[in-house]
């Protein structure tokens, strides 16, 4: 086929390209707390998050949140007779362990086949252009329960770039002129 390639094609993989990488890089980075947010790599201490000192009337500093108060708990930081469930956050931990690696090799396997659809795209195959729809599908499928639990404004700028992305790339590849780069060139009859 001599035909060139439309511009449309061209900026349609350009563009999965982008989605793909902001949905994996974006995870990937979220995986290893590098964002801030998400699990990551840091763990819970009891009384990290509240690093107050306290001085009371005698002089002596006290940390945490027992004020002075002598509970013979001899934990730092720790609330007056509160012992945390420690099944269940070593349970969660666990979990969360198990399911980190699985999430960064979705995201993996997400970067790749959208490079695989973006060079057949570039080629003009067909598959090309089917596989770069259904990603770009399930990549708004996927982004549908962020925007149903938003906690912040990060996370819905985050959804909507997504969203906004994978609809340019299926409407771009579903007009005509894209259409007519990837069907099979008709065969002359003698």
């Given amino acids: 086929m001599d035909t060139k390639r439309p511009a449309v094609v061209t900026i349609a993989a350009i563009l999965l390209i982008v989605l793909s990488l902001f949905v994996a890089g974006l995870g990937i980075a979220n995986q290893y707390g590098l964002l801030g947010r998400g699990f990551g790599n840091r763990q819970f201490v009891a009384g990290q998050s509240r690093n107050r000192v306290f001085i009371p009337q005698n002089g002596a500093p006290i940390t945490g949140f027992n004020n002075g108060f002598n509970n013979n708990q001899n934990s730092q930081g720790a609330t007056p007779n509160f012992t945390p469930n420690q ?104």
């Fill in 87 to 190: 099944r269940f956050g070593t349970g969660l931990t666990r979990l969360l362990r198990l399911i980190r690696p699985i999430t960064i090799g979705l995201d993996i396997l997400v970067l790749v086949l959208s490079v695989v659809a973006a060079i057949g795209l570039f080629k003009s195959k067909r598959w090309g252009a089917i596989l770069a729809i259904v990603l770009a599908v399930l990549l708004i499928l996927l982004a549908i329960p962020g925007m149903l639990r938003i906690f912040s404004t990060l996370i819905l700028i985050e959804n909507i770039i997504r969203i906004l992305l994978a609809v340019a790339v299926v409407v771009l590849l579903l007009l005509p002129t894209a259409r007519k780069s990837y069907l099979p060139a008709p065969e002359n009859d003698l």
